[in-house]
């Protein structure tokens, strides 16, 4: 399953990572994904990344400021996110897919002064 940590409140122009701990299923071999939904409104993927973690891609509204990141070995995704804006207030979530699909817990971030 998919444990996720960090999110909170920040600052608008300021940054936060998340984190995704992963275990039960071969990590190396699945698509890592963070989406993020706001009440009202579907959920919406913001970055992916290859089972590798050589190929990454964003939506419109992230890119240039988010970053996302997989490690095989420790069986981890990060988002990183700078540049903080009210518009990325959501809870955010990590996503597994492969045989299988596994979501994370969830976590909020808040971005306001």
């Known amino acids: 399953h998919l444990v996720q940590s960090g999110g909170g409140l920040v600052q608008p122009g300021g940054s936060l990572r998340l984190s995704c701990a992963a275990s039960?299923?071969?990590?190396?071999?699945?698509?890592m994904s963070w989406y993020r939904q706001t009440p009202g409104k579907e959920r919406e993927a913001v970055a992916v990344?290859?089972?590798?973690?050589?190929?990454?891609n964003y939506s419109t509204s992230v890119k240039g400021r988010f970053t996302i990141a997989k490690d095989n070995d420790k069986n981890t995704v990060s988002l990183q996110m700078n540049s903080l804006r009210p518009e990325d207030t959501a809870v955010y979530y990590c996503?597994?897919?492969?045989?299988?699909?596994?979501w994370g817990q969830g976590t909020q971030v808040t971005v306001s002064s």
């Open positions: 990344i290859t089972p590798t973690g050589d190929i990454t």
């Open positions: 039960g299923f071969v990590f190396s071999s699945y698509t």
């Open positions: 996503r597994a897919e492969g045989y299988l699909t596994y």
